[in-house]
């Protein structure tokens, strides 16, 4: 306690105002360690994943219901890249018309007038790697 009162004593805070301020400091430094930790982890997830690359034979082997990968060419990317959408066939608004390029190049069906302009931020979920053979 002689501690405390010498602190009180040479900054002529109140005890109310020296625990305010030792609480806004703990919570700034929290907040600096989680998003220190943060910038960490995507750091090593940025370094540490590669991506991957799929033939189109590769792709076409995934073309069943329980098992649909699908080739789109966005328009953010301008590249063809490859997505695991089997999670989403059952959630698919137009039914099993998902699967009428089932292992092939969607990107016609996929900039349809059905769809609507939600799904282009939704497919980003499915992404799985890069076309080898464009």
Do not use: C
Not at 84 to 107: C, K, Q, R
Request: net charge negative; proline share 3%.
């Amino acid at each position: 306690m002689e501690a405390w009162d010498n602190l009180l004593a040479a900054t002529g805070a109140t005890t109310d105002q020296l625990l305010f301020g030792l609480g806004v400091i703990l919570v700034s430094l929290i907040i600096l360690l989680v998003r220190s930790k943060g910038s960490e982890e995507a750091a090593a997830r940025d370094g540490a994943e590669e991506t991957k690359t799929f033939t189109r034979a590769e792709v076409a082997a995934h073309s069943k219901e329980d098992d649909l990968w699908i080739i789109l060419k966005t328009r953010e990317h301008n590249k063809h890249r490859v997505y695991d959408v089997t999670a989403y066939v059952e959630e698919h608004p137009g039914g099993l018309s998902i699967m009428n390029n089932a292992g092939s190049d969607s990107t016609a069906g996929f900039y349809g007038s059905q769809h609507p302009p939600r799904v282009f931020d939704l497919i980003d979920e499915f992404y799985i790697g890069d076309l080898a053979d464009p």
